[in-house]
Every structure is written in C-alpha cells, then in structure tokens.
C-alpha cells in the first residue's frame, strides 16, 4: 500500500490510539512509516488543552482533521485572491 502525502483521519486515529495507549512519538513515528517531525506536528494541531491520563498533552484526531480542513480552506481562500 503506497502511503498518502497527507495524513488522514484513519491515519491520525491510528496516531490518537497509539499515543493515548502511552507510545513515545518515536514508537508511532516507526509503526505509521513517518518521520518523527511529522508525529510531533500532528500531535501539536491535534492538542486539546488538556493532559491525558499519561500526563502528556491530550490529542484528538477530529480537531487534528478539522484544523487541517480549516487551514487547508485558508489556502483555496488565499490562492482565489491571488489569481
């Protein structure tokens, strides 16, 4: 299976499972094919303002997904002004 450019939100539910479950970023970073930089951005966009039962920042991949579609709709939005 070729992996996506993107993440998506099967990607960052994988992501949610493994980090509420306790793995290091280095863990998902290995097991979802992807650099550690991109776990730790993911996890940055998907914060929730609260700690999780690990003590670490918690993470949802639905305000991970719609902070992405919300930033993503800022593009279309600025390259429309541009044209």
């Not at 940055?44 to 303002?49: C, H, L, P, V």
């Amino acid at each position: 299976m070729k992996k996506s450019k993107w993440l998506v939100l099967e990607d960052r539910k994988k992501i949610e499972e493994m980090y509420n479950s306790g793995a290091t970023v280095q863990d998902i970073a290995d097991k979802m094919h992807r650099n550690r930089a991109t776990i730790y951005n993911e996890l940055r966009r998907g914060e929730t303002g609260e700690m999780d039962a690990n003590g670490r920042p918690g993470y949802s991949a639905e305000t991970a997904q719609k902070r992405t579609y919300e930033t993503r709709q800022e593009w279309r939005g600025l390259a429309a002004v541009a044209e």
